[in-house]
């Protein structure tokens, strides 16, 4: 399966003759499973009509940046934080030299500063403008950003020109976005991740539970994946397809998640987990129905064991990562969790708000470590997540150089 299927792609076309790829862009990049949606500047709507990319995508194409239609609800913010990626193609000099510069005086070019996802660029331009030296320094300062640039190639222009400056083909630029999300930074380590909520039977019928979908824990469990580990998911029960190359190992209860966990904990690098498991369960769970027999009903909870603590201060523990879901004073409560639990990373979030968290597409964290901290804004959990590895990644080659040394 193709690293970009599930993947949000948002495609930004400039007003370039090599627009007429885009179409076949779209088109390809929906053939490897992604969702593509379209910004398009004025002037590209000269060279290719929207209904094209709308018919070809399956979703609006957008253009202007004040859409009464759209910005009532800040439709540029909406659509920086919906795309796990944004590939410009084609990519003008002018738009080039907007983007170095910072503007904001469209639509794509106003999303471009407004997403936290990776950026790619598929320059297109006549040769003598690709070489010269305000383009070139344009580049490098883009490169320098973290901007990745795709092309272009060699060969005959519309301009009746040869040399560089040529739009890569579609599937030249479809292999660029998806090593987008190939990173490398986990390659050769062993994650063990738990995700989703578990449940705790009262009786055949009724358990008691949380309101967590796993979507973060499944989008980790894929990041950590593109990042070059090799995974194994511990899940709750959930309506989420398996990641890709991903290995998944249910689990109902507190129970079982404590068994499948104990029993690969010993052979991880990196413990996260991202897992709703619950706090107590019953006491003396019914073998058959409760019926209702009274006004009132009395349960008996006994704690479960915690997880993220057992692993955590075992002999020799993975790098291990915790998750807090609160509802108010978001870093005390993380920053105790940190410490009681002994834990290498702590990642928050404020739940109990509209469309942030559980059953949400989009989360915000801010992430704590022994002395340091940083905050990852709201965005799509798959960018998020890939956000959170980076960091994952990096504190875990910094304790283990440290610890080497």
């Not at 002018?94 to 990776?118: E, N, V, W």
């Not at 987990?273 to 006004?295: F, G, H, I, N, Q």
Request: net charge negative; with cysteine; charged share 25%.
């Amino acid at each position: 399966m193709s690293n970009l299927a599930d993947k949000r792609i948002l495609l930004g076309i400039t007003g370039g003759i090599a627009a007429y790829k885009s179409a076949e862009l779209a088109r390809r990049l929906r053939e490897q499973g992604a969702h593509v949606r379209t910004v398009m500047t004025r002037a590209a709507c000269s060279f290719i009509g929207p209904l094209t990319l709308q018919a070809l995508t399956g979703n609006p194409v957008h253009v202007e940046l004040l859409d009464p239609g759209t910005e009532s609800v800040m439709g540029h913010i909406e659509l920086a934080r919906w795309c796990d990626a944004l590939l410009v193609a084609p990519a003008t000099a002018d738009f080039l030299a907007r983007l170095a510069a910072g503007r904001a005086d469209d639509l794509l070019a106003t999303i471009c500063l407004a997403t936290a996802s990776p950026i790619a660029v598929a320059p297109a331009m006549n040769r003598q403008m690709w070489l010269a030296a305000a383009t070139q320094d344009n580049l490098r300062l883009l490169g320098e950003r973290g901007i990745r640039v795709l092309g272009p190639a060699e060969g005959g222009q519309a301009c009746g020109e040869t040399g560089p400056g040529r739009m890569l083909e579609p599937p030249e630029m479809v292999e660029g976005v998806g090593a987008l999300f190939t990173s490398g930074r986990l390659a050769g380590l062993r994650v063990l991740i738990t995700a989703g909520p578990t449940r705790e039977d009262l009786d055949p019928v009724r358990f008691i539970s949380n309101r967590s979908s796993g979507r973060m824990g499944y989008a980790v469990a894929r990041a950590c994946t593109e990042a070059g580990a090799r995974v194994t998911l511990v899940s709750g029960p959930v309506a989420l397809a398996v990641p890709e190359g991903v290995d998944v190992v249910p689990a109902y209860s507190a129970g079982d998640m404590l068994d499948a966990v104990t029993a690969r904990s010993a052979d991880a690098d990196i413990f996260i987990a991202a897992a709703a498991v619950a706090d107590y369960r019953s006491a003396t769970p019914s073998e058959t129905k409760l019926k209702k027999t009274s006004d009132t009903l009395t349960l008996t909870l006994e704690r479960t064991v915690d997880i993220l603590e057992m692993v955590a201060r075992s002999p020799n523990p993975p790098f291990t990562v915790g998750f807090a879901a609160e509802t108010g004073d978001l870093e005390r409560y993380a920053r105790e969790k940190l410490d009681r639990k002994g834990l290498d990373m702590v990642a928050a979030n404020q739940v109990g708000i509209p469309d942030v968290g559980f059953d949400s597409e989009e989360n915000a964290l801010h992430v704590f470590w022994e002395g340091g901290e940083r905050q990852l804004p709201r965005t799509g959990k798959g960018a998020l997540a890939r956000q959170l590895v980076g960091i994952i990644a990096e504190r875990y080659r910094e304790k283990n150089t440290t610890q080497d040394s």
